[in-house]
């Protein structure tokens, strides 16, 4: 909603991206739908080239005339990383185009530093929230309807 606050983030988090690996940077990919207003500032930071990752039949893949060059070093970047599942499939989208990715970057790290992505990452902030088994819920929570959020359908 408010673009100069997302280009302000970006620079932020731009500046944690080591100076040796921004020099690597060929393209910024994110993932649709959540990635791509901060991929898209990414790349305006960066001075690089931004496209987004979509799943029209569930798997990540370029489209609208996105291409990456064979060899091209990526920059994964995403809005909030839980699992890191997203991130490694869509990292693996990257390969299947013949990218290499380098890094990852987002605005949180949702996973209490627990997402294992494969490659070096950057998040602009670490939130650590706690996780319950459904049967070992505090009373407080247990109270409270659950509510599945995110763009993955329940299970």
């Known amino acids: 909603m408010d673009p100069a606050r997302a280009e302000r983030l970006a620079q932020a988090l731009a500046a944690k991206i080591p100076p040796e690996l921004r020099e690597q940077i060929g393209a ?33 893949e370029l ?13 994964m970047v995403e809005d909030v990383v839980t699992t ?11 390969r299947g185009n013949g990218g290499e990715v380098v ?14 992505l494969g490659v070096p990452f950057h998040p602009l902030i670490r939130i650590d929230v706690p996780t319950y088994e459904a049967d ?3 009373p407080e929570l247990a109270s409270i309807p659950a509510i599945k959020p995110g763009s993955r359908a329940a299970a």
């Not at 901060?38 to 987004?52: T, W």
């Not at 890094?103 to 294992?116: F, N, P, T, Y």
């Open 28 to 60: 910024v990919v994110s993932p649709a739908m959540g990635g791509v207003i901060i991929g898209h500032e990414m790349g305006r930071a960066l001075g690089k080239p931004a496209m987004f990752l979509e799943r029209p039949q569930g798997v990540f």
């Open 63 to 75: 489209r609208r005339g996105f291409r990456l060059s064979p060899g091209t070093k990526v920059l």
């Open 84 to 94: 890191g599942l997203s991130s490694r499939e869509a990292i693996e989208a990257v």
């Open 103 to 116: 890094a990852e970057a987002a605005l949180v790290d949702r996973s209490s530093g627990k997402a294992d």
């Open 136 to 138: 070992a819920l505090p």
